[in-house]
């Protein structure tokens, strides 16, 4: 906080927040020379405001040049403008004693911008808002008061006061206690204090301070009321008159204890004693209205009718606009049998309280039951009803003015109104009772027997509803309701045609019945009738907009489910969204549409809005992980299945996606414990006979027993044939094909596939297709709108049929054997082969595994996938073929691959370059620059390779990876110093992984820099970039099929480790087919040992790449023509044993 100095000028002003203009203009007389001269003098003192001129010194101020001594001008400018003030504030007060409360608040305002601590200012100002009402801002200013004079006992008795008037009473007691310690003697604060503890109700305590002020003031008449008051609201009447008396002792002419003291009596039903002391009262003020009153219902208590009378007469002509004596004496009137004198005082009192039901009502009753006058009870009678349209003993009375008038008509319509009231009471007796008594009166009244209808139709009498019913519509053949109700009687008995007939007739009727058009659409939607649903739902929008989120939502969700308009159905979520967009429901369901329409980034955004609303939405949580699994986006995903798997700790779905999610990013964290609760989990839902979580593709690539793969396999088929049970209404059976003779003689082959993307099974379809002397037609099905096949003659896109559809499609070709080249992998439908739409079906290449499907028949594999003593763990009978089943389509489309100039990486190798000390050979992973045009040479410093270096690599994806078989790379990598490992890049996150896991292993003797990765490439350099590596390692779990056979047709040895399951054993199989045993390996230690030959022993490495070079264009295994041969071979002899199933070995 700044200091002010020590000799001030004028300390007055030193909080003056007036601009230093104010006292310019009075220094320089109007004159404009002399206001810019002393303006520039102030500026150049850094004077802005008054108060900086004040704070000055003395020394400083008389430096101001002015003419006529600078210190006598200033002040006398300052008293100039204190006089100005002065005048504003008595003009202020002036406006306050006038009433105008606005007008003193706007000078105040001023006065407050210039000196905004003055305090008589901001007393005037929080006056002037009590005065008009405002006493929250009334509370502001006196706050800001009491900041300035803390010790103001006046301003914590008006902010006491304001805080009553607020109701805030806890408050009101704080601030009188408060200002009592400020000021212990002031006599009212304390009876204040005590009425704040009565309204707060600490009745204790407020009685016991009316005592202790008692004693500091025996003689106080009016401590003794307001004492004896509250004795006398707790009914402790014999003590509050002790009070009364005492105080009267006190002031005995004191007329408010005297009517204290009548009102006490009366409460205690003490009539006479009561109108005594009002007498005496009236005696010293005959003026006193509240008494006058009292001692009128006194007198009425004692049925004093005449002198009842009197005293409301003086009442009222003391307060002619006092409604409770006008009342009062109407009753007088009414008990001294003066009817006409009471209707008419009644009517007085009804100018002034005309919306009161009692008065009105006695009225009624006085025209009704006394004067005869019906008409004038029908006006009072209405009138009751308006104001209190539930009391049924009204409606009663008015019914009975109109008997007496012969409104039959009137009569009935007031039954109908009773009868409606019964009716909103689900008093459906009452209700029936009232219906019938207007018929009674009224037999042609159609309402009535509407009414009546409806009645019965609660009451479960569905007949008699639609007798009443007819009834209504012949007496009033333009009624629409009757319609309606008739219409949702039929509905409840079934007969739906006829509902929709009545609907539409009541829409006939009348357009914008809107129950009809709700019931109506209701029912379309209950009997699978959308025709017309979206029109019905619009009608229903512009009827009546008060339901609009629920109808929107409704047609949303009909469009979704039942008619497949997605597009339209999430404009009606949308337009629910303008509606209430908290709905956390519209979001998720919007997203799964987006889902549906392939949008993902909208549908992200949809179930991130979901989860803002409701931080705990499991379906969007599940939705999101689903969606960023999907776009490979692994760690957004784990992050939801983790969360999910918060809130739903048993969620097998969730956990069995995070698993999955965790290996595509290669994060072995916790891989054994989770690999035991996925062995528990898939043991009790196997046990429990359980829809399983765990898809059969998945299990390839877990260290799963092949037998639970078959398990999970065969749980799955079934699963998909009970869901086509569900899906299909009656079961389809299909007509085969049983000779050849029906087809022309050719052998009618379909496969059924997707995106096969560069797989090798292009090119064995090309070549089926081209063997014309082999009596086959071979039609290609597709279930992805990619059109790979459309060079051939028969193909067939099945990607927008329904898979009945698809089925009788390919049945009507006349399919003699359907193939399977999809399995369970994505994009694939086992429910199209579940419904057999051929006599054989058999599965081939898509799936690395048995199918666990009763309707696939055969397994076209060999006897190293599959050997034959592990035929238990297949459910097909297998096809063997007399080579591998996996081939290579390189030998055309990559001809022309020559070996590199021979490199002899295994000689002069120093052991220390690369055993992690020294690593400035090694570079670290860059982009590897993509151009389609071929490039003419390679070498390893072109893809960060050490040129000295053994490279053993492996080129398939990382998720393929399992951690026993890193473990053996790694291994392996250790025991050769100067090696590296050379894999693909598939994501940051999966590298950073396996480089961590790397560090970590064998207590962090190996340097994660000697694992280099490289990016994806044209396939004929990559085929190109592989001969610059010295061993291709195989995955051990999931074989690199593929990969497998680049390296071989690069000359790169591969070392393998089959296992027991189909997938683990591929690569063995094309090494046998290529007649290459020799790196095969037995178990793990032999699949070190082999590794570490390759490279230590340079004759077995030249033995096994001269084999692999002699015998990849002279074996089966890229020989797609032959392949192909024995393809066909194979499918004829399936057919010519059909319909025996049995194994084949070709």
Not at 10 to 30: F, Y
Not at 403 to 411: F, I
Not at 565 to 583: I, R
Not at 732 to 742: C, I, N, R
Request: hydrophobic share 40%; charged share 20%; net charge negative.
């Amino acid at each position: 906080m700044n200091t002010l100095p020590s000799h001030m000028f004028c300390s007055k002003h030193s909080d003056c927040e007036a601009p230093i203009s104010v006292i310019t203009e009075i220094l320089s007389e109007n004159d404009p020379i002399k206001f810019e001269n002393i303006s520039n003098e102030f500026k150049a003192l850094g004077f802005t405001k008054v108060k900086d001129l004040a704070q000055t010194t003395f020394e400083e101020a008389s430096t101001i040049k002015l003419s006529g001594g600078s210190s006598t001008l200033l002040y006398k400018a300052l008293e100039i403008y204190d006089e100005h003030l002065d005048d504003l504030q008595k003009s202020a007060k002036l406006e306050m004693e006038n009433g105008n409360f606005t007008r003193t608040q706007q000078i105040c305002e001023k006065l407050l911008q210039q000196k905004p601590n003055d305090l008589n200012v901001i007393i005037l100002m929080a006056e002037s808002f009590f005065k008009c009402g405002n006493y929250d801002k009334s509370l502001s200013f006196l706050k800001m008061a009491n900041n300035l004079n803390p010790n103001s006992f006046q301003m914590l008795i008006n902010i006491a006061f304001n805080y009553w008037k607020l109701s805030n009473y806890d408050l009101a007691r704080h601030y009188f206690l408060e200002a009592i310690k400020k000021s212990p003697s002031y006599n009212d604060c304390w009876i204040y204090y005590a009425e704040s503890l009565i309204k707060t109700n600490d009745l204790k305590n407020a009685e016991y301070i009316y005592i202790q002020i008692l004693k500091i003031y025996p003689d106080s008449y009016i401590i003794r009321n307001k004492y004896a008051k509250f004795l006398l609201s707790q009914n402790r009447f014999k003590k509050a008159e002790e009070q009364l008396k005492i105080a009267l002792k006190s002031a005995p002419e004191c007329e408010v204890t005297l009517s204290n003291l009548g009102n006490l009596y009366y409460s205690a039903n003490q009539y006479d004693k009561a109108i005594l002391n009002f007498h005496k009262a009236l005696n010293i003020n005959p003026n006193l209205k509240i008494t006058l009153f009292n001692l009128g219902t006194s007198y009425l208590k004692l049925t004093d009718y005449p002198k009842a009378v009197q005293a409301f007469e003086k009442t009222i002509y003391l307060d002619p606009e006092n409604a409770s004596a006008l009342h009062y004496l109407a009753v007088a009137y009414c008990y001294q049998n003066n009817m006409v004198m009471s209707a008419e005082t009644y009517k007085k009192c009804l100018k002034l309280l005309p919306d009161d039901l009692e008065i009105n009502l006695e009225l009624a009753m006085i025209y009704f039951n006394i004067l005869l006058d019906y008409q004038e009870a029908e006006i009072y009678l209405k009138k009751c009803i308006e104001l209190q349209p539930q009391r049924e003993d009204i409606y009663k009375y008015l019914y009975a003015v109109y008997q007496e008038l012969d409104k039959y008509k009137n009569a009935s319509d007031v039954c109908i109104a009773l009868g409606n009231l019964y009716l909103d009471k689900s008093d459906l007796e009452n209700a029936r009772n009232a219906f019938t008594t207007a018929l009674f009166s009224t037999p042609d009244n159609a309402d009535g027997h509407w009414k009546l209808g409806l009645t019965m139709h609660k009451l479960g009498h569905y007949d008699m509803a639609l007798v009443r019913y007819r009834k209504a519509i012949e007496l009033k053949p333009n009624f629409a309701h009757p319609y309606c109700d008739s219409a949702v009687i039929y509905e409840k008995q079934d007969l739906y045609e006829k509902a929709l007939e009545y609907y539409k007739m009541t829409l006939q009727l009348q357009p914008d019945h809107l129950n009809a058009l709700i019931n109506m659409s209701l029912l379309k939607q209950k009997i699978g009738q959308f025709d017309d649903i979206v029109d019905i739902f619009n009608r229903i929008l512009q009827i009546d907009e008060s339901d609009a989120f629920d109808v929107h939502m409704n047609l949303a969700n009909i469009l979704h489910k039942e008619i497949g308009n997605l597009n339209d159905a999430l404009f009606h979520y949308e337009k629910a969204l303008t509606y209430d967009n908290t709905s956390v429901d519209i979001y998720v369901r919007m997203g799964n549409i987006c889902i549906e329409l392939n949008m993902s980034k909208k549908a992200l955004s949809y179930f991130h809005m979901a989860i803002q609303l409701d931080s705990q939405c499991l379906e969007a949580f599940i939705n999101v992980g689903s969606i960023q699994k999907d776009s490979d986006n692994f760690i957004d995903a784990i992050h939801a299945y983790k969360t999910i798997l918060k809130l739903k700790p048993d969620f097998p779905e969730a956990f069995f996606n995070l698993v999955k999610c965790l290996q595509k990013v290669c994060d072995w964290s916790d891989y054994d414990s989770h690999m035991m609760k996925l062995n528990e989990i898939l043991s009790k839902q196997l046990d429990g006979g359980q829809v399983l979580s765990l898809l059969p593709h998945d299990t390839s690539l877990l260290p799963l027993p092949f037998e639970v793969q078959k398990v999970v396999a065969e749980k799955y088929a079934q699963h998909c044939i009970e869901k086509l049970k569900k899906s299909i209404e009656e079961p389809q059976q299909f007509v085969y094909p049983t000779s050849l003779a029906s087809s022309n003689e050719n052998l009618r082959i379909g496969f059924v596939l997707t995106n096969i993307s560069e797989h090798p099974k292009t090119a064995i379809l090309e070549s089926l297709s081209s063997l014309k002397d082999y009596q086959i037609d071979v039609i290609c099905y597709s279930l992805t709108r990619l059109n790979l096949f459309s060079d051939f003659k028969q193909y067939k896109d099945l990607s927008h049929l329904k898979v009945i559809d698809a089925a009788k499609l390919i049945n009507n070709d006349g399919i003699h054997i359907l193939v399977d080249m999809c399995g369970y992998t994505k994009d694939s439908q086992t429910e199209l082969f579940a419904l057999r739409p051929a006599p054989i079906q058999v599965s081939w290449l898509g799936y690395r595994n048995t199918s666990g499907a009763p309707f696939m028949d055969y397994l076209i594999t060999d006897k190293v996938c599959s050997p034959p003593e592990f035929k238990n763990l297949y459910t097909e009978k297998l096809a063997f073929m007399n080579q591998t089943v996996f081939v290579g389509d390189h030998k055309q489309k990559f001809p022309n691959l020559h070996q590199l100039s021979a490199v002899d990486n295994t000689n002069n190798i120093s052991y220390q370059s690369l055993n992690g000390n020294n690593s400035n050979e090694i570079k670290s992973a860059e982009t590897i620059y993509i151009d389609e045009e071929p490039v003419l040479s390679y070498s390893r410093s072109q893809y960060n390779l050490p040129e000295n270096a053994v490279v053993f690599c492996n080129f398939s994806k990382l998720y393929n990876i399992d951690r026993f078989t890193f473990n053996l790379w790694l291994t392996i990598l250790i025991k050769v110093p100067n090696s590296v490992l050379w894999l693909l890049h598939l994501n940051d996150d999966a590298e950073n992984n396996l480089k961590k896991y790397a560090d970590n292993f064998n207590n962090g003797c190996f340097n994660s820099s000697r694992i280099i990765f490289a990016d994806f490439i044209p396939k004929c350099e990559h085929l190109k970039r592989i001969q610059l590596a010295d061993i291709y390692l195989d995955t051990c779990l999931y074989n690199g099929h593929t990969a497998s056979l680049d390296a071989l047709w690069a000359e790169v040895p591969v070392v393998t480790l089959p296992g027991e399951t189909y997938a683990s054993r591929i690569t063995a199989s094309q090494l046998t087919t290529s007649g290459v045993t020799d790196t095969i390996a037995k178990n793990d230690v032999q699949y070190i040992d082999i590794a570490i030959k390759l490279y230590s022993d340079r004759k077995f490495l030249e033995h096994v790449k001269k084999c692999i070079l002699k015998l990849k264009t002279n074996s089966d295994l890229f020989d797609i023509n032959s392949y192909a041969i024995k393809m066909i071979s194979i499918l004829k002899s399936m057919w010519n044993s059909y319909p025996s199933i049995h194994e084949l070995d070709m």
